[in-house]
């Protein structure tokens, strides 16, 4: 087991934004009347809201992290560890949501039952991007921190964790 110091973990910041926004989206649905066109329009800008800063998110760990690690794994790694990087951000998993909450935007001019049914489609949607998204932030914790840990030095590690956060801050 290689233990990981907070310190020198590029992940654990933001993903514990991540679950964070995760719970606030649970608490949002909860408190949604979909029969209240207010409720419904609120519902819809903040999920896109939240779903933008974990495209964000994506774009910071591309750009920061991964570009970087590959770099490092061209030059003296196994298969197996290249494999594990290039697959970890290969599905898109926030096109067909995005288009999902603004298709709801038609459902404002439409009845309640539409409105409900349209509701109960998002809510599956999000449970199997939960299902889907939680395995993935503990792959990068707990498979692509170890490498990071194997082919950088401290020292880089903790700047590389600086400038993530400073990102993720930004967005
Ligand atoms: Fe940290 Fe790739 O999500």
Known sequence: VTIVFDEVNVFTFPHSRIKKLMNCC??????????????????????????????????????????????????????????????????????????????????IRRGNADRMSYGVRLHKAMITFYNDFVPHMNEEENGIQPLLSKYFTDIELKMMRTQVIKMTLKK
């Open 26 to 107: 649970t608490s949002k649905f909860g408190h949604t009347d979909f029969t209240s066109l207010n409720d419904f329009e609120e519902l819809l800008i903040g999920l896109q809201c939240i779903f933008t800063e974990f495209m964000a998110h994506e774009q910071i760990e591309n750009h920061l992290v991964m570009k970087k690690l590959r770099k490092k794994l061209k030059q003296n790694s196994p298969m197996d560890d290249t494999e594990l990087i290039c697959n970890c951000h290969k599905v898109d998993r926030f096109t067909p949501l995005m288009a999902l909450f603004r298709d709801g935007y038609a459902f």
